[in-house]
């Protein structure tokens, strides 16, 4: 049932905007607990890329007196990978188009990591 309720969170984040194309939720370890990811994505790898690159983002707030994150993002010239915690055990992981409208997509993932923390 809970894993519905995330699914059906994810599924309504990927509909909420055109640039987004993909999202998921990931364990802090980098275990895939949901996700809307479309065919031929290895689930697997987004996890284990997510909670690494979460890891390292922390680590270096602290090192470089940024204090704790908000989001992580990677920008490439196919689109960005942003990422958010999700309460303390998960990561929100979301794959945009390029040319993105980022505001209203920060937006909407930050709804979305807040009803998925809920839940966790």
């Known amino acids: 049932m809970r894993t519905d309720s995330f699914q059906q969170i994810l599924e309504d984040l990927n509909n909420s905007s055109a640039d987004v194309e993909a999202s998921a939720l990931i364990s802090t370890d980098g275990l895939m607990i949901a996700s809307a990811l479309p065919i031929g994505v290895d689930e697997d790898r987004v996890g284990a890329m997510s ?13 470089l007196a ?55």
Request: proline fraction near 1%; hydrophobic fraction near 45%.
């Open 51 to 63: 909670a690494a690159l979460l890891s390292l983002g922390d680590r270096a707030g602290r090192e």
């Open 66 to 120: 940024r204090g704790a994150i908000d989001r992580i993002m990677i920008q490439g010239e196919k689109g960005s990978v942003i990422m958010t915690s999700s309460g303390d055990e998960a990561v929100l992981t979301i794959m945009a188009k390029p040319n993105a409208k980022l505001g209203l997509i920060f937006l909407d993932i930050k709804r979305a990591s807040e009803a998925l923390s809920k839940l966790l």
